[in-house]
């Protein structure tokens, strides 16, 4: 190749600004690498989220290219747009050996990105045991944490890599460290449903009742996420199924609201309350047509729970099913006989909150089936009102 044709690839990007030869030092081909740069091609080149030839053959493990890159000046300190430098990237992806050498040559293994993730934070998030053992026998902080108190055992545990915690609390981290929100180990591993990092943190002593900030625990959390396997698991030690957090949900309407209906099911088969409700009146039900799980509506029905139920507000599953615009919830609730007519404590109907939310569909359904259009709430507006004012504030 020419010098001319080399200095021309060195011009041309693809969408993201990728030029050559960050291509090259992405595959890792070192003699493609030092002919394009030789032949004038920029070695500070970035792509558009900061990466250079250097951060980009970092993160792909190739030694030799980082090398080679470093012997002719790239700075090892450079970052990209979200702070990520070489070193950061390297022990995200795993690259024992360039970690060792970026250290080597004087590289801070303490190094933080723009959210405060270092090296031994971002490799115990993707589990990469080797270069946390080596990071901290050179004396990094293995409870180092970022802007929002994230730690090597939280990042962990919330990703599932039950080998790095063990190690980790071998040497001495506390399994019940907590972020800003007060999550621990034991909470995001439920979350995420890690049931063998759950089991092991309880089998060292951790407490499965723990709580963050809003008072959500490991069962709340876990039913939360439809984490099955979790759930049964901690009832089966004692833990209580009817726990609350700070605004009184509870696991089945936590369940109930994100659809998943093997937990509802499950939780209702130990004896829990289908009709059970939180601080502000709201149910299972009513969670759940809020956000439009109609096999979970279905099931609850199915079972004897009131379609009719209504939160302090006064909402019931279809007025609040219509202001969501879940067109199939609020057929079916209508069609076993729901009143399309029916009204909240502010003499709004399912049509007024569709107009205002502009959910045409569930309109031209509920027009369909003749509700009252010329109905009007306690401020004496009709739905064709409450539309006409909404469209004016648009």
Do not use: W
Request: aromatic share 6%.
């Amino acid at each position: 190749m020419s010098i001319s044709c080399a200095v021309g690839l060195s011009e041309k990007k693809d969408s993201y600004k990728n030029t050559s030869l960050l291509y090259a030092c992405k595959n890792g081909d070192l003699q493609l690498v030092k002919h394009l740069i030789e032949g004038g091609c920029n070695k500070e080149a970035v792509n558009c989220i900061g990466n250079n030839c250097l951060i980009i053959s970092s993160g792909n493990g190739h030694l030799e290219v980082v090398k080679y890159l470093i012997s002719i000046g790239v700075n090892p300190k450079d970052k990209t747009n979200r702070g990520f430098s070489s070193i950061l990237i390297a022990s995200q992806e795993g690259h024992l050996e360039v970690v060792k050498y970026l250290i080597s040559i004087g590289v801070n293994p303490n190094d933080k990105n723009n959210d405060g993730f270092s090296s031994i934070i971002v490799a115990s998030e993707n589990g990469h045991l080797e270069v946390i053992k080596y990071l901290i026998s050179i004396g990094v902080n293995p409870n180092d944490k970022n802007n929002d108190e994230f730690s090597p055992i939280i990042k962990a545990s919330q990703n599932g890599h039950l080998e790095v915690v063990k190690y980790l609390i071998s040497i001495g981290v506390k399994p019940n460290d907590k972020n800003n929100d007060g999550f621990s180990s034991i909470i995001i591993a439920s979350q995420e449903g890690h049931l063998e990092v759950v089991k092991y943190l309880i089998s060292i002593g951790v407490n499965p009742n723990d709580k963050n900030n809003d008072g959500f625990s490991s069962i709340i959390v876990a039913s939360q996420n439809g984490h099955l396997e979790v759930v049964k698991y901690l009832i089966s030690i004692g833990v209580n199924p009817n726990d609350k957090n700070n605004n009184g949900t509870s696991p089945i309407i936590k369940a109930s609201q994100n659809g998943h209906l093997e937990v509802v099911k499950y939780l209702i088969s130990i004896g829990v309350n289908p009709n059970d409700k939180n601080n502000d009146e709201f149910s299972p039900i009513i969670k759940a047509s809020q956000n439009g799980h109609l096999e979970v509506v279905k099931y609850l029905i199915s079972i004897g729970v009131n379609p009719n139920d209504k939160n302090n507000d006064e909402f019931s599953p279809i007025l609040i099913a219509s202001e969501n615009g879940h067109l199939e919830v609020v057929k079916y609730l209508i069609s076993i006989g729901v009143n399309p007519n029916d009204k909240n404590n502010n003499g709004n109907s399912s049509l007024n909150f569709t107009a205002f939310n502009g959910h045409f569909e569930v309109i031209e359904y509920l027009i369909s089936i003749h509700v009252n259009v010329n109905d009007k709430n306690k401020n004496g507006k009709t739905a064709l009102d409450i539309a006409r004012e909404k469209e004016k504030e648009n």
